[in-house]
């Protein structure tokens, strides 16, 4: 998107006998390309600058693609190795509770599977406070 504005100045000098007019002009604007006019005062210095310059927006906007979506891969699959990594954590302290029932100590297991629940519990609702914060 682009967006042009344009500003005149107009200045007078004095002097006795002379008077002398400065008149200078603006133009700005935002976005990937210049606009039309830009590129046609470009041309006259350049045939060629008009296509370099697309050329060169297409370029980064690929680029720029290209390393949204690096980014978005990598997010995707640091969130699949906490998912497993979770996982893993999880079965293993359910078997170790296991293991206390089956050595006659229900009442330590309870507590260890009390702690478990607790902490997954929180971790998610960590996860969900700290991503709320992100996109307010």
């Not at 107009?10 to 006998?17: D, E, F, G, I, N």
């Not at 079965?91 to 050595?103: E, N, Q």
């Amino acid at each position: 998107m682009s967006k042009n504005r344009r500003s005149q100045k107009l200045q007078r000098k004095t002097s006795p006998k002379t008077e002398v007019y400065t008149k200078s002009e603006t133009l700005y604007y935002e976005g990937a390309l210049p606009p039309a006019i830009q590129l046609e005062h470009y041309s006259a210095i350049d045939s060629s600058f008009p296509n370099r310059i697309l050329k060169m927006a297409e370029e980064e906007a690929a680029h720029r693609r290209k390393v949204e979506i690096g980014i978005v891969n990598k997010t995707f699959r640091e969130n699949q190795y906490n998912n497993w990594f979770g996982l893993a954590a999880i079965s293993i302290i359910l078997v170790f509770c296991t293991y206390l029932v089956f050595m006659w100590n229900a009442e330590e297991a309870q507590w260890v599977a009390v702690a478990l629940v607790a902490s997954v519990a929180g971790i998610f609702v960590l996860r969900k406070v700290t991503s709320n914060k992100d996109e307010g």
